[in-house]
């Protein structure tokens, strides 16, 4: 007899791919400027954790694009994200780049950010 938990069992989900509910989040704390451009995941573990390694573009454009990205880079680092099953070990801006379009006056943010999302047992 088996002892693995059927598909739809609580137990069983927990360990499903969290890299949707991760962008989901992460616009959702972004803002109303922002979305995703670029977005991938790979497996990761160590000795003790398992989970994986996520590489997300965003951009943020608009009217109050500056204003959003700003205020998104200020607050990341002390975000929580609820995946159920999964914890964000490690979330890291690795680059930002601003540019203001000449003619329209308009400002784009990219940012490129990388995320370690570990099981929760």
Do not use: N, Y
Not at 19 to 43: C, V
Not at 48 to 69: C, K, L, N, V
Not at 91 to 100: G, K, S, T, V, Y
Not at 104 to 109: H, L, M, N, Y
């Amino acid at each position: 007899m088996s002892r693995m938990a059927p598909k739809d069992h609580p137990r069983a989900m927990k360990k499903s791919d969290p890299h949707e509910r991760l962008l989901r989040a992460l616009l959702g704390f972004a803002g109303p400027t922002a979305s995703i451009d670029q977005a991938s995941a790979a497996p990761w573990a160590s000795a003790t954790f398992q989970g994986s390694r996520h590489d997300i573009q965003m951009s943020f454009e608009g009217g109050s694009a500056r204003d959003d990205a700003s205020a998104f880079f200020d607050q990341i680092g002390d975000a929580e994200f609820a995946i159920a099953g999964h914890i964000v070990a490690d979330l890291a801006i690795d680059e930002r780049q601003m540019r203001c379009d000449p003619q329209t006056g308009q400002s784009s943010v990219t940012a490129t950010l990388s995320a370690l999302v570990i099981e929760d047992w």
